[in-house]
Structure formats: C-alpha cells, structure tokens
C-alpha cells in the first residue's frame, strides 16, 4: 500500500518527493515500533505455555472469525461500502485462522464442546460507532472458508449475536441464555477462546464470562483461556473513520495491530484470565 502512494506521488509530484515521502514513511514506522516496545515494557505481559489435560473437561470458543472482519476483500458494505475485513492477506488474522481450524479439529475429534459467536447484525439495529457491517443474510456474517466444515459436527454450537459481547448477546427473549446453559450442559471447567477483535469482541466476552464465574453464575467453570496467537485485530483506519459519522478508528497498520492487540491481552489477564502463548493437548497412552 504504501508502495502504490510513492508511485502516485512521484507520478504527481516528481520522484523527489516521493523519496523524501519514503523516508518519512520510514522514519514514521520505526518511531511506532519503539512506542509500542515502550508501551510493552510499561504495560507487560506474561503468557504461558498451556496443556489441555484429558480428563478436564474444556470448551473452545471462537469469537467472530467470519468473513466480515478476516476474509480479504469480503467486508464490503452495501449501505457505506466501507471494509473492516483486510484489504489485503494479514499475517496476524491468517495465523489465528490456522490456530483456529488446528484446534478447532482437535477438539472435534475428541468429541468436545466448540461454540462459535458470529457477528450478524439487521441494518436497522446497527453498532455504534461502527459503520454497517456483517450484515445478518450476509456472506459477511459466515464463517471463514477454512472453518465452514464445523457446521456439520455434532458436537458444534453457532450462536449469532447482534453486538460486541457474546454473553450478552447469548440471551434469549425469555431471559435464558444459550452460553450460559452450553457451559453447564457440557460441564466444562476451562474455556479457551480465540477470536477477533482482541481488544473489542474478545475482551467483552471474556470480561462478561469471568464476571459471571466470579457471582459463581457458570459453574463449574474455572479459568478462562485466552490464546494470544489465536486472536486478531481488525482494521477500521482513521481515512476513513473520520468520514463516518461518529465513528472512532481502530487503525490496525504496522505496529498499531500489534498494540491494540497487546492491550486487549493485558486488560483480559487484569480481570482473571490466563493468556496463552502456546497451546497443545496432553497426550495419554493407551495401556496394552
């Protein structure tokens, strides 16, 4: 991207100044990388290595990974034909769909409980201060490609929610709620969620869910996994934030992505939750 504005500027204003662009362009990049090793370093966070044991019984939880926020090119609007998916392939979303669909079939084939949140909204009831988005009949709305194969497991749940948290957005007409009642169905004393975004629709679900365990409301549920490497921020660039009406701009280029996403890491470890920096499950023999 920042290849195609150096060409358009020494197209228009000669290659002069689109060296001179470069160089600032540059010099702005290394500047973000030390203030967010600075941030780092003020704000620290630990992860750990984290082993699925056998015999506790664990849920995964997968927050919003759909084509909206993480399918290039997919995120088009009808209404403001705004994007908040990637223009482009991201290595960071790319990694937490790979670490998504690896554990997502580790724990298909082990036959545990998975349950997907997936961002789907009317355009009449939309999410202040985001523009339209994963519009509810939607392709937006679905599932990523690489992880569309869990909707035919039996041991799969797909709950739709039309706002950032999906506790919230668990509850029914009735008061009941679909979570709530996943969690105490399948027993589960650990939950490991991934998802996007880090710092919005992961750290509202997290927050809520140890809220909740906390007032003792989601026995017998213990910890709350987040998985660092299988979560992801969303881009929302301040181009174009500041033409939509009181919207505020989750920029997510460079360094940015890397901060806004330490940040939500920090502040879920702050309310109770662990953060994972690797996950594996443990492996048991079989005796002869």
Not at 101 to 115: G, I, N, S, T, Y
Not at 139 to 166: H, I, Q
Not at 237 to 248: E, G, H, L, Q, W
Request: net charge negative; glycine share 6%.
């Amino acid at each position: 991207m920042v290849g195609d504005c150096i060409l358009a500027v020494a197209m228009m204003e000669g290659w002069d100044i689109a060296v001179h662009y470069w160089i600032l362009s540059c010099e702005l990049k290394i500047w973000y990388c030390r203030l967010v090793d600075l941030l780092k370093k003020e704000i620290p966070l630990e992860e750990e290595p984290v082993v699925i044991a056998e015999h506790v019984k664990t849920g995964l939880v997968l927050v919003d990974i759909i084509n909206g926020f993480c399918t290039p090119g997919s995120g088009s609007l009808v209404m403001t034909t705004q994007i908040l998916a990637p223009r482009e392939p991201n290595r960071q979303i790319s990694e937490m769909i790979g670490e998504s669909e690896r554990l997502a079939r580790l724990f298909c084939d082990k036959k545990w409980p998975v349950l997907a949140f997936l961002d789907s909204h009317r355009p009449d009831q939309l999410e202040h201060p985001y523009p339209p988005h994963c519009l509810a009949g939607t392709d937006e709305s679905n599932l990523v490609p690489a992880l569309r194969w869990l909707e035919r497991e039996p041991n799969f749940t797909m709950r739709r929610k039309d706002c950032y948290d999906g506790f919230i957005g668990s509850i029914e007409e009735d008061g009941s709620n679909v979570f709530v009642n996943w969690v105490k169905t399948n027993k589960i004393k650990v939950l490991l969620v991934l998802g996007i975004c880090t710092d919005i629709c992961v750290l509202d679900f997290v927050c809520s869910t140890l809220s909740a365990r906390n007032r003792g409301f989601l026995s017998p549920l213990e910890d709350v996994v987040v998985y660092s490497r299988g979560c992801a921020t969303f881009d929302f660039p301040v181009s174009i934030a500041r033409d939509t009406k009181d919207a505020i701009a989750h920029p997510q280029a460079g360094s940015l992505q890397e901060l806004m996403h330490h940040v939500g890491l920090y502040m879920a470890k702050g309310r109770g939750a662990k953060i994972a920096k690797e996950v594996s499950i443990e492996c048991t023999l079989q005796k002869p």
